[in-house]
């Protein structure tokens, strides 16, 4: 059984509602894999492994883990410190390329970029005004109304 904080989502409630009227006998395997969505055979193996782990065994095992590829707080937090101190005025692209020169500090530009827009320091691209396109009086227009005139 596994031994760690968990809370149940309320998919999960549910199969686990629908599953415990499984066990006691009020509906079939197939009503319960209708009702749930599911195959026959999966909903055995969830009965199989609720009554093995109990409703702990019910909850998707990653629940509580945090992925391998997730930026330390440590490096996170010394992004956003050089960026509200020391690089306030640069850019993304301008700011990885000094952390890589000179703070040793190797990080991607979507890294940096998630990193202070989480804490609020946003870094916004100058959008220029959109050039207005002007139509040109066509020439064989003109010519055709001078002729007329």
Same mark, same amino acid.
């Given at each position: ?11 999960? &409630?549910?199969?686990? #509602? ?12 197939? &009503?319960?894999?209708?009702?749930? #969505? ?22 998707? #095992? !990653? ?5 391998? !590829? ?16 020391? +690089?306030?005025?640069? !850019? ?16 991607? +530009? ?9 804490? #609020? ?29």
């Amino acid at each position: 059984m596994r031994e760690r904080a968990w809370a149940m989502s309320e998919s999960e &409630q549910r199969t686990l #509602g629908v599953i415990q009227r499984f066990r006691e006998g009020k509906i079939t395997r197939s &009503q319960a894999a209708s009702l749930l #969505g599911l195959s026959v055979r999966l909903v055995s193996r969830l009965r199989a492994k609720l009554q093995s782990e109990g409703p702990s065994g019910l909850v998707h #095992g !990653n629940v509580g883990s945090e992925p391998p !590829n997730k930026t330390p707080k440590e490096v996170a937090r010394r992004i956003t410190d050089l960026a509200e101190r020391k +690089y306030f005025d640069f !850019n993304f692209v301008h700011m990885r390329e000094h952390f890589l020169s000179d703070e040793d500090l190797a990080a991607s +530009y979507a890294t940096i970029r998630r990193c202070c827009l989480e804490v #609020g320091i946003a870094k916004h691209r100058k959008r220029t005004s959109r050039r207005r396109r002007v139509n040109r009086t066509r020439m064989a227009d003109v010519i055709a109304h001078s002729r007329t005139v």
